[in-house]
């Protein structure tokens, strides 16, 4: 296998697939063209993604470092994004990618990482061996909060860049949202032209086994807030906030969604103390109160009630 690398693991234009687009070394893009992370196949509105209504009883925790036996992996994983629909490269060829934008370690949903099957001016990296792994194979991922999750290899597949569609790429068997707690990892494979690698190798996992934390208590729930279905939720009180007034983000990663309901996309997570606009009338929607926000860079989506004081 050759020595070099390129900058992404998986190119983007309209979904997901930015995120194919990691795992490569800093570089001159290939340009090739995909769907972008979490899109909507013809429209602009992003998916509903893992930050949604986690259950609580499920919180999971961001994850710090993987160990891979079977493939010689034992690295630091480091906190990435997704941005504008592409996943950021790892930062160097030892360490592992997290997108924060996916589900974390033990939650329900597609934790979805990346590293370097090689790199410029080193050679095999990270990643080398993962494309081997077999059936059963365990992938052990430890938690920030000191939980180790023990995934178990379903499957891995080795995808076609130029074959790659919006729907495919989005699909839960590949970096999709899945209904039970999964990893997926991504790496270059195949064929490289001299100029990229037009494959990436793509393993899925399987949540077998938590050691060393409660389940059920692992993350703090304040890490990801969302409106918890109670009576204060959903009585129709809406306090101070009124059209036309001002509100403060009250906590941290807070979604604001394209719609009054815990089905529509997420637009953007917003930081506490972000100060946005009220423009409409709240609405109940999924058992919560939302209100229609505009942010200062002209954003539009809504919040739930809970997170937003006068």
Known sequence: MTQMTRRRLLSTVAGLGAGLVVAGQTGANSGTQLPQWGQTPGTTDLQAGPLGLNPAMDPGQVPVAIRIADAGVDAEVESQQIVDGAMLNPSGPWVVAWYGQTARAGEIGNCVGSGHVDYWEVGPAVFKEVASLQEGAEIEVSGKDGATYVYE???IQRVEIA????????????????????????????????????????????????????????????????????????????????????????????????????????????????????????????????????????????????????
């Open 153 to 155: 290899v379903e499957n």
């Open 163 to 310: 074959n790659l569609t919006s729907e495919r790429l989005n699909s839960p068997d590949l970096v999709g949202r899945t209904d039970y707690a999964a990893i997926t990892l991504i790496t270059c494979g195949g064929v490289f032209d001299g100029e990229e690698y037009l494959q990436r190798d793509i393993i899925r996992g399987r949540l077998a086994s938590v050691q060393g934390a409660d389940v059920s208590g692992s993350q703090p729930a304040t890490t990801i807030e969302e409106p918890v279905a109670d009576e204060a939720a959903g009585d129709g009180a809406t306090g101070s906030l009124v059209e036309g007034g001002q509100a403060t983000v009250v906590s941290e990663d807070v979604n604001m969604r394209s719609d009054a309901t815990t089905d529509a996309g997420v637009v953007t997570v917003l930081a506490a103390g972000t100060v946005v606009t009220i423009t409409g009338a709240s609405q109940e929607g999924s058992g919560f109160v939302w209100w229609p926000i505009q942010l200062d860079d002209g954003t539009t989506g809504w919040v739930a009630q809970d997170f937003l004081a006068p």
